[in-house]
């Protein structure tokens, strides 16, 4: 049986994200579907218009994943996943996320496509001036620290090479300080030019 048969047989000729009957295709979910009914959704023209071109989504129609974010297709589940998390602003996608649950592996596919973390989702860290801090930077201290445990102050103006940032704690960054790997408030230092 093609992909195709076996889709419209899984989903009675139905879109599996909107429930239309019209101009309904094959679309293989990215990023690495091997074109498989099992990696593959049978979806209408409109909801892959919108899939494929961010900027034509129109948030009232995927009010339809409010049923369709429930099926038992991980495929389906993925899409709905994703639709979900682009328009997750709106505030009524944000409360279906919340409910969805994805077990470990449906949940790593949705995610595979950079889609899952947004770059305002992402944790930022800022230095005193407001610069952005990056992995590897070099940082000046504006303030002298007493670094607990190491029983010894690091002083204003200390430079500290490479650092690295602490992944949930945009407050955070490690660097080396008297050859010591220790924790830096983000609010004490400044990003050197």
């Not at 595979?112 to 940082?139: F, P, Q, R, W």
């Not at 007493?146 to 650092?163: D, L, S």
Request: hydrophobic residues 35%.
């Amino acid at each position: 049986m093609s992909t195709e048969k076996a889709l419209h047989a899984r989903s009675e000729s139905k879109c599996e994200l909107c429930d239309a009957t019209e101009s309904l295709g094959v679309y293989e979910v990215p990023p690495d579907s091997d074109g498989s009914a099992d990696e593959c959704a049978l979806i209408c023209e409109t909801c892959r218009e919108q899939i494929e071109n961010p900027e034509k989504v129109d948030v009232h129609h995927w009010r339809c994943l409010n049923d369709s974010m429930w099926s038992q297709v991980p495929a389906v589940q993925v899409m709905a996943w994703r639709m979900l998390k682009r328009l997750s602003t709106e505030g009524w996608p944000q409360d279906l996320l919340d409910m969805l649950y994805l077990d470990e592996g449906t949940q790593a596919w949705a995610e595979a496509t950079g889609e899952g973390k947004s770059d305002e989702d992402k944790v930022k860290h800022v230095d005193s001036n407001g610069a952005i801090l990056e992995a590897g930077d070099t940082v000046t201290l504006i303030k002298d620290l007493n670094v607990k445990g190491a029983n010894f102050t690091a002083k204003r103006g200390t430079v500290v090479r490479g650092i690295s940032l602490v992944e949930d704690n945009s407050e955070h960054i490690e660097g080396r300080v008297n050859g010591q790997q220790i924790v830096i408030l983000t609010k004490f230092v400044k990003k050197a030019s």
